[in-house]
């Protein structure tokens, strides 16, 4: 039944994604709030399908934690569930941090060429944090999001990457309070796994950290300790004890 669900939805997936890039390019013309709106209804499509064809249902925690204002948001790393989730659902526009070559892949590049986000050239080295730095002031004052994953890569289950301090050093740089993020996708959506598991993904929102007064690695070392504290809240059984204090770069 695994496979049959995983084919369907892969299935899916893909008689839907190409017509709509096809229509993404189509309205280019349009201001942004419209494009982004339309091309952000595929990703909630794909969650919708997750919901119906996988089984795999979502809840929030501390939703009132999201403030009304500028904020980056980092998040916890373990699926392509919440690459999907994030900009269909979060209450302002999300600015992914990515690579640029991204941009080249048909059909899902070309979609997200078009939303003016954050994508830098990794081949720039220390440069490409001084691009992060600059479009993503400019973003926040357009009032969106933008949207880190510290650990870089997708974790496995109970595991923690290294928290990386690029999105710190764009909160301390732009004095943006952070948004912690925490939740277990990874449970029902594992890291290039064709078969996914029917299950419930909580994303829980931490209170803002004002980076005001702190250094980065204060800053990146307080969102890990939260983040990695509320996993195991969310998947105790996954975890021996309480977070460690981790290495960040």
């Known amino acids: 039944m695994g496979i049959i669900r995983a084919s369907l939805y892969q299935l899916f997936l893909l008689i839907t994604v190409i017509p709509y890039a096809f229509a993404c390019l189509l309205i280019a013309p349009l201001p942004l709030d419209i494009r982004y709106r339309f091309t952000t209804g595929w990703p909630r ?3 919708w399908g997750a919901r119906t064809i996988l089984g795999i249902r979502w809840q929030t925690k501390g939703w ?3 403030p009304d204002g500028k904020a980056i948001i980092l998040s916890k790393h373990q699926s392509a569930w919440e690459t999907l989730f994030f900009p269909s659902y979060m209450p302002r526009q999300v600015c992914f941090v990515y690579k640029r070559e991204l941009h080249k892949v048909p059909f899902f590049g070309w979609g997200l060429a078009l939303l003016r986000m954050i994508p830098i050239d990794r081949a720039k080295g220390r440069d ?3 691009q992060v730095i600059k479009i993503g002031q400019q973003r926040i004052d357009e009032g969106r999001w933008p949207l880190l994953f510290p650990e870089g890569t997708r974790t496995a289950p ?3 990457g290294r928290y990386k301090m690029g999105g710190a050093l764009l909160a301390s740089r732009t004095g943006t309070p952070v948004i912690p993020v925490a939740h277990n996708a990874g449970e029902c959506w594992r890291r290039n796994a064709f078969i996914k598991t029917p299950g419930l993904v909580t994303i829980s929102f931490g209170p ?3 980076p005001t007064g702190l250094t980065p690695e204060e800053v990146n070392q307080r969102v890990q300790t939260w983040i990695e504290t509320e996993m195991r809240v969310l998947n105790p059984e996954r975890y021996d004890g309480p977070p460690t204090t981790g290495p960040v770069s």
Do not use: R, S, V, Y
């Open 64 to 66: 009132e934690n999201l």
């Open 45 to 47: 499509l794909a969650i």
């Open 128 to 130: 490409a944090f001084e």
């Open 158 to 160: 109970g595991t923690t």
């Open 208 to 210: 803002p950290i004002d």
